[in-house]
């Protein structure tokens, strides 16, 4: 029984870690009329968050992959679960010279 009680928690331990170890999280900013940085890399699981940082509000839009963040004022921040890995191209729809790449490895 007692031999039970310190499996389980290990087990519990073991599962808490790997929840812990499951992604990192990135920051862009959206600043200036541009994604800093344009390029990131990541691995897929990891979170990226995005805020803006300019008066003017802003997207996140890859409609290839469906990506759509909707529009965010200023200061707000809009998170993505990097889940296939591959290349995702992103623009701002309102402001379509603004570009980025997420690089999920
Ligand atoms: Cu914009």
Request: net charge positive.
């Amino acid at each position: 029984m007692r031999h039970a009680a310190a499996a389980l928690a290990l087990a519990l331990a073991i599962g808490a870690s790997a929840a812990h170890a499951r992604g990192k999280t990135h920051a862009v900013r959206i600043e200036g009329m541009k994604f800093v940085p344009e390029r990131i890399e990541v691995a897929a699981g990891d979170t990226i968050v995005w805020t803006n940082k300019d008066f003017v509000p802003h997207t996140v839009t890859a409609a290839a992959a469906k990506i759509e963040s909707g529009e965010l004022p200023q200061g707000k921040s809009w998170k993505l679960v990097a889940r296939k890995k591959g290349e995702i191209q992103y623009i701002c729809r309102l402001h379509p010279t603004m570009s980025g790449v997420v690089l999920v490895k």
